[in-house]
């Protein structure tokens, strides 16, 4: 996770894109502020067992009502519009034998907040090779690329 983390940030540095700053959180640091003051989101995790880490389940249970999402009246999402609906989003997640949990679990939430995938999830199983960085920083970098003012 280190290394694809890694290479998304790099990409969001790159040096053909100016005017965007980029913020960087830990997921059990996330504050539904933080979230609401981003114009885009890079999102990675493990697939544990299955499914996204507790670090990122934890970081969408505390601020999903919070930025823009919102539950019906049987506690299932609510698809309307939110007040973060429609800002890009990128997703990379690393597992040993199996990514699908997790990026469906991911997918849920982020379609119930209404964001735009802006990239292709990039779904890395076993060792991170050159490719997978490679992979990464694009990721990182269209989605900075997308909200550069001269782009």
């Known amino acids: ?11 969001t540095r790159d040096d053909a ?5 980029v913020v960087v959180r830990p997921a059990l640091e996330a504050t ?13 995790t493990p697939a544990n067992f299955g ?6 389940k934890h970081f969408f249970d505390s601020t999903f009502l919070q ?13 309307s519009s939110g007040s973060t609906a429609g800002r890009p989003f990128g997703l990379y997640v690393h597992g040993r034998y199996d990514t699908e949990g997790a990026v469906r679990s991911v997918l849920s939430i982020v379609s119930a ?7 292709d999830v990039l779904e ?7 490719p997978d960085h490679e992979s990464a ?8 690329a997308l909200l550069a003012p001269d782009l």
């Open 124 to 130: 890395v199983l076993g060792d991170v090779e050159g």
């Open 32 to 44: 539904a502020e933080d979230v609401l003051a981003a114009d885009g989101y890079v999102l990675g």
């Open 67 to 79: 930025v823009g999402g919102s539950l019906s009246d049987t506690g299932a999402a609510d698809e």
């Open 17 to 21: 894109i100016e005017g965007v700053d």
């Open 1 to 11: 996770m280190r290394a694809l983390t890694e290479a998304a940030l790099a990409g």
């Open 51 to 56: 499914y996204m880490s507790g670090a990122l």
């Open 137 to 144: 920083y694009e990721l990182g970098g269209t989605i900075a």
């Open 113 to 119: 907040l209404k964001w735009r995938q802006a990239f």
